[in-house]
């Protein structure tokens, strides 16, 4: 059995817990995420948000960590294919982010409602991701940057 102290803590845990669930029933994420910030630690944070589900949650905690690149992996996980773009964008990451935004422009240019690949069909973000993606591309060298 454990200390005094380690008894404590177990209980201010579950009690932490305890209110998250009640909060994340209510659907107040301001208050859920003030208990989850109150855990003795990050990794119990990242542990309990991944356990429940909240994703999204996890990923607003991480960014506000600069954990940009980790962010970016469980954006990846939920399918939020242009946050992981910005995400490794604040990370840095200027040539994966480039790469995601061409490929994304280039998916969605192939398989739109009733595209049959070709010709390339124009969807209403075109623009703006494509000079996003050479934006970050500029920042890696001019090689790249003609590539993109």
Not at 105 to 124: D, H, R
Request: glycine share 4%; hydrophobic share 40%; with cysteine.
């Amino acid at each position: 059995m454990g200390t005094e102290k380690d008894k404590i803590e177990h209980t201010e845990q579950e009690l932490l817990e305890g209110a998250v669930q009640d909060y994340k029933k209510l659907r107040d994420k301001s208050a859920m995420m003030k208990c989850v910030k109150a855990f003795k630690s990050r990794h119990s944070m990242c542990n309990f948000l991944k356990r429940e589900g909240c994703l999204e949650e996890l990923i607003q905690l991480e960014s506000e960590w600069g954990n940009f690149m980790d962010a970016a992996k469980i954006a990846k996980e939920i399918g939020e294919v242009l946050l992981k773009a910005e995400l490794l964008e604040k990370g840095k990451n200027h040539k994966d982010s480039s790469l995601v935004f061409l490929f994304y422009v280039l998916a969605n240019s192939l398989w739109e409602v009733e595209s049959k690949g070709w010709p390339l069909m124009e969807f209403t973000r075109i623009k703006e991701l494509l000079n996003k993606a050479k934006t970050m591309a500029d920042n890696v060298s001019t090689h790249f940057f003609k590539f993109v």
